[in-house]
C-alpha cells in the first residue's frame, strides 16, 4: 500500500513563477493537508481538504496561494509569483476521514526560490 | 500566541544518555501525539496519548500524558544515533476541532 506521495521531491523557481506542488494521498483517505516547514523550523498548518471541497484554508496566505482537491487526481498547492520568502518545504499529509484521525505525511517537496 | 510550547528547542547529546523533551500549554485536549521527522523526510506518528496521566512505552521511549491533559513529556533512554530527529507534539483542541503542531525539539545524539 502506497503511502502518501509528494512530487517533485525538489523545485527551483525564480521570482514571479509559479509553483505547483502535488500530492496523492494514501489509497482510501479523502483528507488531505498541506503544511509548511522553514528551516529549523516546526510545522505551520496551511490548509485543509475534502474532495472537491476545501475544509479550513486559515493558515494559508490569501494572496499569491490556492489549493485544490479534484474529485479525480492529486491535490495541488499552487503558489503564484513565488518571492524569496516562500522557499521552505512543503509537506502534504493525509487521513481516511475526519481530522481527528492519524495523519500519513509525504515526504515533503522542497521549494527554492532564486 | 503559541497554543504549544515544545522545550528545549534544542539538544545535543552523546550516545547512551537520557533526555527528557517536553509539551506544554494552558488548554486542554483531548489527545496527543508525537512525531519524529528526520532530515530530508516527512513526520512520522510515534505514539497518541488520549486519558489524563496516561504512560505509554515504546521500546527505549517512554510517553506521558499530564493528569490534566495540558502536557506531555517524552522520554529516551539511552539515546542512539538513530533517535536524532526533530519531535514534534501534535494535539486536538479541546474546543473548535483545531489541529495543532509544536515548534518541535531538534535533537541530535553523537555517537
Known amino acids: 500500500n502506497a503511502g502518501v506521495m509528494q512530487n517533485p521531491r525538489h523545485l527551483v523557481r525564480r521570482r514571479g513563477q509559479e509553483a505547483r506542488l502535488r500530492c496523492s494521498p494514501m489509497?482510501?483517505?479523502?483528507?488531505v493537508y498541506w503544511y509548511r516547514q522553514l528551516p529549523e523550523e516546526g510545522l505551520k498548518f496551511m490548509v485543509y481538504?475534502?474532495?472537491?471541497?476545501?475544509?479550513?484554508e486559515s493558515g494559508m496566505p490569501k494572496e499569491r496561494f490556492s489549493a485544490e482537491f479534484p474529485k479525480e487526481g492529486p491535490s495541488i498547492l499552487r503558489i503564484q509569483q513565488v518571492v524569496r520568502g516562500d522557499s521552505a518545504a512543503y509537506f502534504c499529509?493525509?487521513?481516511?476521514?475526519?481530522?481527528?484521525?492519524?495523519?500519513?505525511f509525504g515526504p515533503g517537496t522542497r521549494l527554492l526560490v532564486l | 500566541t503559541q497554543l504549544l510550547e515544545q522545550s528545549p528547542q534544542f539538544l545535543s547529546i552523546q550516545e547512551g544518555e537520557n533526555l527528557t523533551v517536553y509539551c506544554n500549554s494552558s488548554?486542554?485536549?483531548?489527545?496527543l501525539q508525537w512525531y519524529r521527522q528526520e532530515p530530508g523526510e516527512g513526520p512520522v506518528l510515534l505514539v497518541t496519548?488520549?486519558?489524563?496521566?496516561e504512560v505509554k512505552k515504546l521500546k527505549r521511549l517512554t510517553f506521558q500524558f499530564g493528569d490534566a491533559r495540558k502536557d506531555s513529556s517524552l522520554h529516551i533512554t539511552a539515546a542512539q544515533p538513530g533517535d536524532t530527529g526533530l519531535y514534534l507534539c501534535?494535539?486536538?483542541?479541546?474546543?473548535?476541532?483545531?489541529?495543532?503542531f509544536g515548534g518541535g525539539t531538534r535533537v541530535l545524539v553523537k555517537p
Open positions: 481538504l475534502q474532495k472537491e471541497n476545501i475544509i479550513d
Open positions: 496519548v488520549v486519558t489524563g496521566g
Open positions: 501534535r494535539v486536538l483542541r479541546a474546543a473548535g476541532n483545531k489541529l495543532t
Open positions: 489509497k482510501g483517505h479523502s483528507h
Open positions: 499529509a493525509s487521513s481516511p476521514r475526519s481530522v481527528g484521525e492519524t495523519q500519513y
Open positions: 488548554s486542554v485536549f483531548s489527545s
